[in-house]
């Protein structure tokens, strides 16, 4: 017993970990089907609607319908990807090419250490955020982690050893040095708004202002009052902007391009190794969709100008998380939507409107709100 | 545990930048590179230097690296050096970086013992001059604070730098161009 109470404060992390990374692949998963589904929707298809586990899927009614919705297709598609036979290409390099899924799927899956999900309040009536690690550089620690995500593409469109895959890779990186000068752009008012500055109190000593620095929580807090999209849509603009870019989505895909380039980074790889890049896309889309949700759409606030009115008990922490969640489910179909929305841009195009406009337009708005905050200050003072 | 860990990541970082030198293949070394700045990112961390080990991953890992290796893979540099060890440069080159590893290696054995104690200070004097400093913290805010109080100038003047080397790339890519 001793042991076991000197031990759990190890094994109690370990174990929230083990629970949020199967979350996390149950969510990766459901997505690929969201998206066959969607996807069917908008082409006026059917989709995957004839995967039936025994058992389960021969409950009368039930049954039926968890069958025609594809809720079995996730299982059959990854014993697909499992029990396929693995082909490498004799001209690989063996190396990197095996490195590169794991380098692909590891920082999304590090990431989501920082991403808060909900709150809860602790016996002294203080809000908390329920996450995995609470830092103050949460923000920053996301955008360093996931920027490491793009060797995985890069190594595969090199290691394969030709040439589709290795324009799909050359691609990939300069799309990714162009679009995350943007994306950090235009972070930054959203966080010096959510940032208060400190003051002197009556006996002179200082009071810091904001308590919460980069991190992700403080930015939910502050958005009770009015969710960041409703008074920042320029930065929600380029910030979405740069979230497709990032995570290479339709019309971003430029390492995939499938019409151009075969299917790019992955023409090479086969089975579990593509499954693990194909998790990895969606991983990311889960990613970026929770970062949305969170800093411009009051994360689990209930509406622009109700903040909370989940209770303080179990119950309340759980309602929270529940419509956290329902916000990124309406992310992940709208990632999805625009993919069967809108068309490729030509590569030229990607780079053009990185550089040309999504660039100055972040810059100019960093700038016309720290213009805005200094005014404010000023007047308010 | 913390020791331990520190030898760890010591020994990563130190054996990929090894092998970021000697390897003939410039993928590889670009990849030992990113694992070296990973791994003094680690370092960052074990010194509670947070914002800094973030800045390391983001600026360095994620950001230059992809620049390394984008223009390695495009140039394909790697067929032009395969003579390591032969011109005098690099040989030259390697003899002084050992030398000067040398002379750290001693002066960390021999008088390097006295490591001043690490204690809490503030940063700096408060720039309104009134109430007291701003405690001393690993977040970003005291990085924030004599960033742009203490350090204006430096900072300026690098940021001057940075300019000044952006426009001599431009200058030079433009004339490049316009001449072919």
């Known amino acids: 017993m001793e042991f076991l109470d000197a031990s759990l404060p190890y094994i109690m992390p370990i174990v929230y970990a083990v629970l949020m990374i199967s979350v996390f692949m149950g969510l990766c998963s459901y997505s690929v089907l969201a998206e066959r589904k969607v996807s069917s929707w908008i082409q ?237 896309e969606y991983a990311h889309i889960i990613m970026g969709s929770g970062i949305f949700v969170l800093l411009f759409l009051g994360g689990w606030n209930f509406l622009p100008w109700v903040a909370d009115p989940w209770g303080d008990g179990i119950f309340g922490s759980v309602l929270s998380v529940a419509w956290f969640m329902a916000k990124v489910f309406f992310m992940i179909f709208f990632f999805i939507w625009m993919r069967w929305t809108l068309p490729r841009f030509r590569y030229d195009q990607v780079m053009s409107l990185g550089w040309k406009i999504l660039l100055p337009l972040a810059v100019g708005n960093l700038v016309l709100n720290t213009i805005i905050i200094a005014l404010y200050d000023t007047l308010t003072r | 545990m913390i020791d331990i860990l520190f030898y760890v990541f010591a020994a990563i970082t130190l054996t990929s930048a090894l092998l970021m030198v000697v390897s003939p293949n410039a993928v590889n070394s670009a990849m030992c590179m990113i694992v070296a700045f990973v791994g003094t990112a680690a370092l960052f961390v074990l010194l509670e230097a947070y914002f800094l080990a973030v800045l390391q991953v983001l600026v360095y890992a994620g950001a230059v690296m992809v620049l390394f290796l984008f223009i390695i893979m495009l140039l394909d540099v790697d067929k032009e050096t395969n003579q390591i060890l032969k011109d005098k440069l690099t040989l030259s080159a390697s003899i002084a970086g050992f030398a000067l590893l040398v002379v750290l290696i001693c002066s960390a054995f021999a008088g390097g013992q006295h490591l001043p104690e690490t204690s809490l200070m503030p940063v700096m004097e408060n720039p309104t001059g009134e109430g007291i400093g701003i405690p001393f913290t690993t977040s970003a805010k005291s990085f924030g604070y004599s960033l742009f109080t203490k350090y204006m100038l430096p900072f300026q003047v690098t940021g001057f730098l940075l300019l000044a080397g952006m426009i001599g790339v431009i200058v030079v890519s433009k004339k490049h161009s316009a001449n072919s």
Request: net charge negative.
């Open chain 1, 44 to 280: 006026g298809r059917v989709g995957p609607n004839r995967t039936r586990v025994p058992l389960v899927g021969h409950i009368p009614i039930l049954g039926n319908v968890m069958t025609g919705l594809g809720l079995f297709q996730p299982v059959a598609d990854g014993l697909k990807f499992l029990f396929k036979e693995e082909i490498v290409p004799g001209h690989v390099n063996k190396g990197y090419y095996y490195l590169a899924p794991i380098i692909a799927l590891a920082p999304a899956l590090t990431t989501m250490v920082v991403l808060p999900f909900g709150r809860y309040v602790d016996a002294d009536g203080i809000t908390q955020p329920l996450v995995l690690a609470n830092v103050d550089l949460g923000m920053l620690i996301i955008l360093g982690i996931s920027s490491l995500g793009v060797y995985g593409i890069v190594l595969a469109g090199w290691s394969s050893n030709s040439k589709y895959p290795f324009l799909g890779g050359v691609r990939a990186s300069a799309q990714m040095i162009s679009y995350e000068l943007a994306m950090g752009l235009a972070l930054l008012p959203v966080f010096m708004w959510a940032a208060s500055p400190g003051y002197y109190d009556s006996e002179g000593l200082f009071v810091e202002g904001s308590r919460y620095g980069m991190s992700l929580f403080g930015v939910v807090q502050s958005q009770q009052a009015a969710w960041t999209i409703l008074w920042q849509p320029l930065s929600a603009l380029l910030f979405l902007v740069a979230l497709f870019a990032e995570t290479n989505r339709l019309p971003f895909d430029m390492a995939e391009s499938e019409t151009d380039l075969v299917g790019g980074f992955h023409t090479e790889y086969g089975c579990f190794k593509f499954g693990l890049f194909f998790v990895a």
